[in-house]
């Protein structure tokens, strides 16, 4: 039994929106015997937590959720028969608890951390089960860790898991948002050619950085599907990182190459888009969703971001007391990367 109190929470509200959250306090709650206490050093910040605050469609939880799938802390208590964890180690909640291995079901992946049905980890302290958690890399800072579980996740199963890339190949990347940074880096440490698409000459200097040359400012150039094309010498990208989703799928298509593949993972244009879908057969391209990944996955992905000592892209890192400014930076969405908070805390 945990002796440690009460915690501060944040609850989304009635009134739903960044306005609508609120502090409250809850009991910090007691362990049964596989499960472990975990106190929060970092969280970041993900396009879903905006759908999910705002209670968007299918993302609409009841009032009193405690939002947010993505955070990094400390065990501070283990249950008694906790075996592969201990005391001060530091770990990330999986964004699906449930999907530890093997292909995706709706059983693996029906209650997501921080969604409409399970509560996030916009707390001070979050209970897990000792498998629904994984170590973090080390070398990470809290808030680095704390990009991994979703954006970084879905990037590594997109491309490395179901894309298999490797060099030779080339990707195109839609943006400059977390999920787009991760799908950079690690098509970068695969060998891979990679082409980025951003709204913002500035940003797309700052991927230049990070050893991406070929850029596409895609509101100067409206046709950038035809600009992939001259790129690749007409041939088309083997794999696309489809970040917008709605009727962009469309633009993607024409300019995939044969064989390619599009990795369905965002939907900033919309849930529903109009494609030409005789323009897919001819390319023999495959159109496939994504849904974060598996624990796993989010290990082998752990092993490969140590190997590589890869530092996530953190755009910037607010205290807890600023958490509203931080969704709305996000919504504003001028970012570069990930949003991060850290947690306030009198050591
Ligand atoms: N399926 C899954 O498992 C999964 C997992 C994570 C996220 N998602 C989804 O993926 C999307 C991105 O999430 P995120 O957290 O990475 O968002 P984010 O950090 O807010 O990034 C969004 C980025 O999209 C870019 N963008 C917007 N419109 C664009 C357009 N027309 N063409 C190219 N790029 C465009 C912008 O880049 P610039 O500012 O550079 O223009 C923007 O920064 C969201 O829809 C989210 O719900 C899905």
Redo the contacts with the bound molecule.
Sequence with gaps: MTTLGNMKVHEITRDYGIDGLSITERNIPSLSARQVLVRLDAVSL???DL?IIKGIGRWRPPAGRVPLSDGVGTIVETGSEVQQLTLNDRVAGLFFPNWKEGAVTTEKTHDPLGGPTRDGVLQEYVMFEEDQVVKVPSYLTPAEAATLP??AL?AWNALIEKGKIHPGKTVLI???????LFAAQFSLISGAQVIL????DE?LERARELGISQLIN?KKTVNWEKAVLDMTGGKGVDHIVE???GN?VDRSISALAPNGLISQ?????GLKGEIEISKLMPKEGMVQ????GSREMFLRMNQAITLTQLHPVVHKIYPLSAIKEALTE?EQ????G?ICISAERNQ
């Design positions: 993900n396009y879903r759908l979703c954006a879905t839609q943006g400059t948002g977390g999920v787009a698409l951003s709204s913002s940003k895609y970040i917008v989703g962009n993972i965002g939907v900033i244009d969703g994504v849904q974060v996000l969405g001028n970012h570069y990930k």
